[in-house]
């Protein structure tokens, strides 16, 4: 068992992933830094050099390895999804979760930092939106959806915990209620 975070750049991959594990005993694993930690050098240094396709390679390479593992937290790239073989090796490896954030709040979250070669070709908010566009229904794919703009850290995190509680390698995923499934559920709960 595994849970496996989506999520575009800026939903809080990292933050919740880091948060979650500590909170179960489980391993953290981030993407992005342990490749940035066996390459040497940062995301950046890898497309500025090698070109994206290489960092894809990298990131299918870790993605396949990870997904044999368990007990652990992925906090994947945003760009793992693009990759259809990432998905359905991390969907049979643990709980896959999407976060979700909107455009502004993406924006807000992203601004001050220039680490995302893919948000430094241009206008960041046009950026923003047309991979956003692009990505949407590969995001929607994802079993689970959580809206981090509606939810503070702690509920994500102690919902999440509580999910992983009730859940072990041999039993799928329990039902979600609501269409949208735990996003839904979760806010249905903060309203009511
Ligand atoms: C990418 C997202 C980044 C990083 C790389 C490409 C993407 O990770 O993997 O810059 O294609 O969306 P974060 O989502 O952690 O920022």
Redesign the pocket.
């Known amino acids: 068992m595994n849970v496996v975070l989506f999520?575009?750049?800026?939903?809080g991959?990292?933050t919740i992933g880091k948060r979650l594990a500590q909170r179960l005993g489980w391993t953290c694993m981030?993407?992005?830094e342990i490749?940035e930690q066996r390459e040497g050098r940062s995301?950046?240094d890898i497309?500025a050099t090698d070109g994206?396709a290489h960092?894809r390679m990298l990131?299918k390479d870790l993605a396949a390895e990870l997904a044999h593992g368990t007990r652990q937290v992925i906090?994947?790239?945003?760009?793992?999804v693009?990759d259809p073989e990432n998905v359905r090796r991390f969907q049979a490896s643990g709980f896959c979760v999407c976060l979700h954030a909107d455009e502004d709040t993406i924006l807000r979250r992203?601004a001050a930092k220039s680490?995302?070669?893919?948000?430094e070709q241009g206008d960041k908010a046009a950026r923003i939106r047309a991979?956003l566009h692009q990505?949407k229904p590969l995001y929607d794919q994802i079993e689970h959806q959580i809206d981090t703009v509606a939810l503070s850290e702690d509920k994500i995190v102690e919902e999440l915990a509580g999910i992983t509680g009730r859940t072990d390698a041999s039993v799928p995923a329990p039902p979600l209620s609501g269409a949208a499934g735990l996003s839904e559920r979760v806010k249905h709960r903060e309203t009511s």
């Not at 999520?7 to 939903?11: D, H, I, K, P, R």
């Open positions: 999520g575009f750049m800026g939903t991959k990292t981030d993407m992005d490749l995301i950046a497309f994206e960092f990131e906090s994947t790239g945003g760009g793992v693009l992203v680490h995302r070669p893919l948000l991979l990505r």
